[in-house]
Each structure stands twice: as structure tokens, then as C-alpha cells.
Nanobody, 125 residues
């Protein structure tokens, strides 16, 4: 199982960025996937996660209405569209996948065994 996050960068507050997670070594269709972030000195937190079947994605309160998670199983890729970015969104963003995530823990870091290497997102004020 491999996950490779990319697309991070430096953007001004109010701007947009789309990060991608290219997966390989497994059939993405059957996995729950998520985006997490970790700012300096803070714990890693769930940002947005989406199940393998149809259903509403989960969004952290801090990003609701600004971020959108999508998945393209045919391309083995998960995206996170980030709009109206704020300086507090600055963090390393990680993607993760797991086949056995229960709904009540869909965006808990403890629910995921397989992680990508992270991509830095920096939002300047």
C-alpha cells in the first residue's frame, strides 16, 4: 500500500489550492480515505474523510464550507480542494487509507494504518 500526497505550496489568505493523493498497491474502491494535517507543535487532526461507499463525507468544523474531498477510483486518486484558505490552515497535510474504518471513527487518526508522506501547505496573511 502506497500513498503519495502532492500539490502543496505557498498561497495567500483567501486563495485556493488542490492537493492530491495518488494511491497504489491496493484497490481504492474498497477503502475509506482521508486527509489529515499537522501544524508545528500540534497533534495530527482529521480534516476530511470519505467512505468507500456512497455517503456524506466528513469535514472538521474548521474547514466546513471551504474544503471539498473527492475521490476518483479510476485514477486511484483522492483530492482535497481547499478554498478561502486561512493562515491557520498552514500545516503538513497527509492522506491515509484503510479498509476497516467504522463510521463513528471515520476521521480518527487511530483508524488508519496506511499513510502518505505529507505535503506542506503554507497560507500567508
Amino acid at each position: 500500500v502506497q500513498l503519495q500526497a502532492s500539490g502543496g505550496g505557498l498561497v495567500q489568505a483567501g486563495g485556493s489550492l488542490r492537493i492530491s493523493c495518488l494511491t497504489s498497491g491496493f484497490t481504492l474502491d474498497y477503502y475509506t480515505v482521508g486527509w489529515f494535517r499537522q501544524a508545528p507543535g500540534k497533534e495530527r487532526e482529521g480534516v476530511s474523510c470519505i467512505g468507500s461507499s456512497t455517503g456524506s463525507p466528513y469535514y472538521a468544523d474548521s474547514v466546513k464550507g471551504r474544503f471539498t474531498i473527492t475521490r476518483d477510483n479510476g485514477k486511484n486518486t483522492v483530492y482535497l480542494q481547499m478554498d478561502s484558505l486561512k493562515p491557520e490552515d498552514t500545516a503538513v497535510y497527509y492522506c491515509a487509507a484503510d479498509q476497516n474504518v467504522i463510521l463513528s471513527n471515520i476521521c480518527s487518526t487511530r483508524a488508519y494504518d496506511d499513510w502518505g508522506q505529507g505535503t506542506q501547505v503554507t497560507v500567508s496573511s
